[in-house]
């Protein structure tokens, strides 16, 4: 059933793609057959990432840059879009007002969209690994643009947005000082600013202060924020960027996303910053850091399985129980375990 | 000269205490043999994670625990303090504004206060991580209080509040209904609830709402939101709460850092919690939950290392190179690995 599945899905078929999503998401072996079958055809979607404070109203843009897509508003006719809402607050996950709910009505029942929100009970590290296995079956069977929308609060948040291509970042004016110390971090994944609510009185000194922040340097080299694992560490020959590349100097832009103002000029500049990323190699290396990030994730997970396979309940729970008393460490347990199960 | 570092530790010597975290902090291997010799030391302390938005004053609440503590607050005399901040908005980490920084010099110079910042840069993951370590070290060195303060945004800062034994959420009034639906994230973890800045209009209705979420069973069960690994769930005996078992209901609490008032009662709250813990059998599950996913973890990384010590650097760089090229999926790839390199 799983190769017909795939072929549905590679298709374009609406019913196969939400089923295998909810496969993905049960972290299913069907689930896991499809992703190797679908990987082969991935590669092709610009996926975004929107994040950002509760409050900015990126979910509102969200859905206007849908909708500017859709018109035809990046060129070459209208672009199919895909959204994956892994923000709490957003009302394609159902966090949000009524007002917010009647508005994203406006993409219901277009087939060139598709929205899938996602679950964030539970770990918020399998969550990261879920989505981009969402953005990989998107990319497979075809969408366009793959827009990923997170609050962009802590680390888990800010690896799912770093499987994006394209990162922006929506800000709001006047929504405190105390809040520019945790900016300063998600600054770095930025690829587009935004200022969206520029109707406010206070948007131009927000942009101002963006402006002279991203001077001052809290844009840190790409490359260097990538992770590393062990397994990065490992590798040799990882593409590095040349001295003379060019780099992206991140715009600041202004939205009222409530009316679609400036939209089409966050859409401009991620045009511009695709092919930046193409025509300057900056695709592939974030493509290598990426692959190499899952490729460590993967590892750990499967041989951690495979020594548990090994060791009989009972010994696991004698080990465990002897670090609860404190009569070993958690270190120490650890070797005692590898030392007797593994070869 | 590592088992004197550690009798020194042991003895209470600030020196010795901030070089030894220094080391914890670059996970060096004279600091895991010192956390393996520190370890049958723990379990004494009483840790309490303090998170909240930037801008509830938590910080100034973590300020006026302290002095409340080494005043004799807590009844039996004046208690020693240590604390660790993880939040990069706050004054103890050099996020806020001059004010804050005063304020904090409250506490400097006490022999029975030790204030420990942690840099956010890098991967949250790893700090939750270095965090218990540090946890381990205070606790072993016989501090009576260990004061935890994170910004309790993400998943991973949700980590670090859950090594603590008990969990203080700081609110503020009139932050705004849009971080309600994170809030009710966070509200899952607090054991004690606090409503800051209570001397300001809307703090009742702040009391009132929190009193309704609590209500609408916003709160699971503490034992379902633990890490769910493969290792917790091949462990057998996993201690379970007896159906007649006492449940702990989170008190709301309100405060005026600024003036002190309200934090006695915050301490009366931690002490009635922490009698809570031991004698519902509580603080043993809790124990054994976190124990297990420092297990799981720590086995990760370890077998994770013990592979790619037999993987030829070439051989690795095949491996990305491929999955890279989209001709083998992540999965695949990782199953080629350890098949060729595992026994």
Known sequence: MSAEWVTSVLAGDRRALARLITQVENDTSTARAALAALYPHTGRAHVVGVTGAPGTGKSTLVNELAKAYRSGAAGNGPRSVGIIAVDPTSPFTGGAILGDRIRMRDLAGDPGIFIRSM?????????????????????????????VETVGAGQSEVDIARTAQSTIVVEAPGLGDDVQAIKAGILEIADVLVVNKADLPSADSAVKALRAMLDLGHRVDQVTIAHHGPLAAQLAERPTRPPDARLWQPPVLKTVANTGEGVTDVIAALERHRTFLTESGELARRDHDRITAELDHLLRALLLRRLL???????????????????????EAVKTLMDSYCD
């Open 119 to 147: 679950a964030t009970r539970g770990s918020l590290g399998g969550l990261a690994r879920t989505t981009a296995d969402v953005i990989t079956v998107l990319d497979a069977s075809g969408w366009d643009m793959v827009l």
């Open 309 to 331: 396979d090994r060791v009989p309940a009972e010994a696991l729970q004698a080990v465990v129980a002897k670090v609860v008393a404190r009569e070993e460490a958690p270190w």
